[in-house]
């Protein structure tokens, strides 16, 4: 009996010991499991957090090939542009532009860029009279931009040496809302004169722009004044223009003036000029930059009173401003001038001072707010007072002459007068508050 109460207290302390040992086995083996488990959350963040952080870094990447791609595409179009420029110059034998025997007066570039049909009109007109005087008058085309139209249309005719400025950079503006056109024009101009100067070495160039129609005495007339704005270097540049040259207000074809103001449309500097121009060259609006006294440093400019351009273009950059109200109505000189027999002496320095202060002194002086009223009943020239800016423009709007001003100076004035002729031959003086006393006439 006790034998087996033995054995009994024995297989009960061998199964709880048994028992113990699977547990405590089963114990470790859960805690490894709990320890691989834990390092496999931690695994699975990690990996969590690599692939979000490679996920970001390929989203960059894919960006930045993005980039790489329009760059690509950008270089890609501008070389192609390039490469057609340089086969046309292949294909085509550049003109010869200047001989031992006889250099050219000047080089007329016309300035181009996305309107075809107004180059036509314009390359037509020069060509009516370019033909006899192309030896001293050279005739090139300059566009700006890829325009195939434009750029079929100029390489069409054999006369002309064709540029193209290519520019693919995007403009960056001053000042908001300010339009691009004008930063790519000023930078055009500066690319075309820059390349007629120091690579053609041209000593004098006219620039025409793409649409204007030019007289039939435009060559004679620059050829003329050509050795007069070299060696008086108190004048910047001539031009072919009159801001009042109106119908109802030119009349005489051989008249020319002095102005402290920049006309352009249609001009001619030297390359003396353009040397001391071109290293400050505005981003926009050049021509209102020519216009400063600091840029233009009292020097003065030869126009015409009746023009020798026509500007036919209502629609551009300028969007047609002041067309309708001034331009379409300028007359374009349509007498032959032998501009060989005129003597241009008057209009040297102090010739012209002399010349015109006589002009404006032997004007009958009128006052009131009444000037065109008197102007119908007074025969013979007549000069009219104004005290500023704001008397002017009431005055100018009187008689429909342009009223703007440009860094205190009056369109078309010489020492602050300006001069037009009214109906007839007879002349209208309107005179600065200042304006005698700089042509020397007493005011008494």
């Known amino acids: 009996m006790a034998n087996r109460l033995f054995d009994v207290r024995f297989i009960l302390l061998s199964t709880a010991t048994v028992f113990i040992l699977i547990q405590v086995y089963l114990f470790t083996r859960q805690s490894n499991y709990a320890d691989r488990l834990e390092s496999a959350v931690e695994s699975e963040n990690r990996c969590t957090s690599q692939m979000r952080h490679l996920i970001s870094q390929i989203s960059l990447q894919k960006g930045k090939i993005v980039s790489l791609e329009e760059e690509k595409e950008r270089l890609f179009e501008e070389c192609a542009h390039l490469k057609a420029l340089v086969q046309d110059f292949e294909k085509r034998t550049v003109q010869v532009i200047t001989t031992v025997s006889k250099v050219p007066i000047a080089a007329v570039v ?15 007109s020069i060509l009516k009279y370019q033909g006899m005087v192309a030896s001293k008058f050279p005739l090139f085309v300059s566009q700006d931009g890829p325009n195939q139209d434009v750029k079929a249309k100029a390489l069409s005719y054999n006369q002309i040496t ?17 339009l691009t056109a004008y930063y790519k024009i000023a930078n055009h101009y500066k690319w075309a004169l820059d390349n007629l100067f ?9 620039i025409l722009e793409d649409d204007m129609e030019i007289a039939l005495d435009f060559f004679d007339y620059f050829e003329a004044t050509a050795q007069l704005l070299d060696h008086d270097k108190s004048i910047m540049a001539v031009s072919s223009w009159n801001d009042n040259g109106q119908k109802p207000f030119v009349y005489d074809s051989k008249t020319l003036y002095r102005s402290d103001f920049f006309p352009g449309l249609g001009w001619m500097l030297t390359k003396t000029i353009w040397n001391e121009l071109s290293p400050k060259w505005p981003k926009a609006y050049w021509d209102d930059w020519i216009r400063l006294k600091d840029v233009h440093k009292d020097r003065q400019f030869i126009h015409p009173e009746i023009c020798r351009t026509y500007n036919f273009g209502e629609h551009g950059s300028s969007m047609g401003q002041f067309f309708k109200q001034y331009l379409e109505s300028i007359k374009l000189n349509d007498e032959h001038v032998d501009w060989k027999t005129v003597d241009l002496n008057y209009l040297t320095e102090d010739n012209f001072l002399n010349y015109f202060a006589k002009l404006v002194s032997d004007a009958k002086a009128v006052s009131g707010h009444d000037a065109v009223l008197q102007a119908y009943n007074i025969d013979g020239d007549m000069r009219i007072p104004y005290n500023d800016q704001s008397d002017y423009e009431r005055i100018a709007r009187q008689f429909g002459i342009f009223e703007e001003w440009k860094d205190g100076i009056p369109r078309t004035a010489y020492k602050g007068v300006v001069v037009f002729r009214y109906q007839t031959s007879r002349r209208i003086f309107l005179v600065g508050p200042d304006s005698l006393r700089q042509l020397g006439i007493s005011s008494s």
């Open 198 to 206: 120091f690579n053609h070495n041209f000593s004098r160039v006219i």
């Open 162 to 178: 064709y540029m193209q400025h290519l520019d693919f950079q995007p403009v960056h503006t001053e000042r908001p809302g300010e």
């Open 110 to 124: 016309i300035m181009a860029c996305n309107r075809a049909d107004y180059l036509e009109r314009t390359i037509n």
